[in-house]
């Protein structure tokens, strides 16, 4: 699955296959979230990040709680930007992000960076 994919899913967009209406917003939020996640995880980010784009091309970590970890971050970033939520849904999603944020940094050097 690629990132644009799973995100869409994410932000609740519903998609018929070949159908990139928000395809170029989304890879703009994606992008920033990934750089916030560079940030994060030291992680190498292509030049361009492109519908094709997958987390394995991003991540090459065999740590499975860690990829989940990222994708959720991803996900839950571009949600926050693309189509932000109101009340007690926004805080719950921030406070996640913080969690999530949290956790990723506390992953130990050798396993980010395989």
């Given at each position: 699955?690629?990132?644009?994919?799973?995100?869409?899913?994410?932000?609740?967009?519903?998609?018929?296959?070949?159908?990139?209406?928000?395809?170029?917003?989304?890879?703009?939020?994606?992008?920033?979230?990934?750089?916030?996640?560079?940030?994060?995880?030291e992680?190498?980010?292509?030049d361009?990040v492109?519908s094709t784009?997958?987390?394995?091309?991003?991540?090459?970590?065999?740590?499975?709680?860690?990829?989940?970890?990222?994708?959720?971050?991803?996900?839950?970033?571009?949600?926050l930007?693309?189509?932000?939520?109101?009340?007690?849904?926004?805080?719950?999603?921030e406070?996640?992000?913080?969690?999530?944020?949290?956790?990723?940094?506390?992953?130990?050097?050798?396993?980010?960076?395989?």
């Open positions: 699955m690629t990132i644009i994919e799973y995100v869409k899913t994410k932000v609740d967009i519903e998609h018929e296959e070949g159908d990139n209406t928000f395809d170029d917003r989304l890879l703009i939020d994606i992008e920033t979230a990934l750089a916030e996640l560079q940030q994060l995880t992680l190498e980010l292509p361009i492109s784009t997958t987390f394995e091309d991003i991540l090459t970590t065999s740590d499975k709680g860690l990829l989940m970890l990222c994708k959720t971050f991803v996900g839950i970033c571009v949600r930007t693309f189509d932000p939520p109101s009340g007690s849904v926004l805080t719950s999603l406070k996640s992000k913080e969690s999530i944020a949290s956790r990723i940094t506390i992953q130990p050097k050798e396993v980010l960076n395989e």
